[in-house]
T-cell receptor, first 111, second 112 residues
Framework: SQQGEEDPQALSIQEGENATMNCSYK?????LQWYRQNSGRGLVHLIL?????REKHSGRLRVTLDTSKKSSSLLITASRAADTASYFC???????????FGKGTMLLVSP | DAGITQSPRHKVTETGTPVTLRCHQT?????MYWYRQDPGHGLRLIHY???????DKGEVSDGYSVSRSKTEDFLLTLESATSSQTSVYFC???????????FGPGTRLTVL
């Protein structure tokens, strides 16, 4: 069963706009991670936020975590065509060191 | 994808035949994982390993077995392939700190 569920399933924006993706999960977590997958490639780790953190930044990425609502959001600012990819949240809930992935959000950034 | 490779990258096989996929890492990471990715299902864990000869089942382990005789290699075997096992298979590795995972390039398997 999926622990994380992303919303929306698909998002289409213009270059320069911001993109926001949301993730909801069901159980308590140790941390939540976001990954990107370009078409035909493996997933690439973007950012990790621990359960005791509320916000984290990495370049143009901003991640928030609300453990009371069991939700997270990923904001990509000033999107570029190269940001076109699928984005997945993954939750690290407990030992033994496994992640549970959501179904992903497909982001299309048009020039 | 640096430090983790998968072979073969593409394979077409027939129903009922055994298939083995290989994951090889050069990072000396303790944990290795096999996932399958299907439209509408996202990424689902098949089996994982937390050390040499130490493995455990994931969410969708039926019809699959794994072996890890060396730190660097993690094999996934489909004992008797079925059409429902047509998928893209990804291997991932982790050193266990915060469970950040690094993924291989994937193997596209088609079972006819």
């Amino acid at each position: 069963s999926q622990q994380g569920e992303e919303d929306p399933q698909a998002l289409s924006i213009q270059e320069g706009e911001n993109a926001t993706m949301n993730c909801s999960y069901k159980t308590s977590i140790n941390n939540l991670q976001w990954y990107r997958q370009n078409s035909g490639r493996g997933l690439v780790h973007l950012i990790l936020i621990r359960s005791n953190e509320r916000e984290k930044h990495s370049g143009r990425l901003r991640v928030t975590l609300d453990t009371s609502k069991k939700s997270s959001s990923l904001l990509i600012t000033a999107s570029r065509a190269a940001d076109t990819a699928s984005y997945f949240c993954a939750t690290d809930a407990s030992p033994p060191s496994t992640l549970t992935f959501g179904k992903g959000t497909m982001l299309l950034v048009s020039p | 994808d640096a430090g983790i490779t998968q072979s073969p990258r593409h394979k077409v096989t027939e129903t009922g035949t055994p298939v083995t996929l290989r994951c090889h890492q050069t990072e000396n990471h303790r944990y290795m994982y096999w996932y399958r990715q299907d439209p509408g299902h996202g990424l689902r864990l098949i089996h994982y390993s937390y050390g040499v000869k130490d493995t455990d089942k994931g969410e969708v382990s039926d019809g699959y077995s794994v072996s890890r005789s060396k730190t660097e290699d993690f094999l996934l075997t489909l004992e008797s392939a079925t059409s429902s096992q047509t998928s893209v298979y990804f291997c991932a590795i982790s050193d266990g700190s915060h469970n950040e995972q690094f993924f291989g390039p994937g193997t596209r398997l088609t079972v006819l």
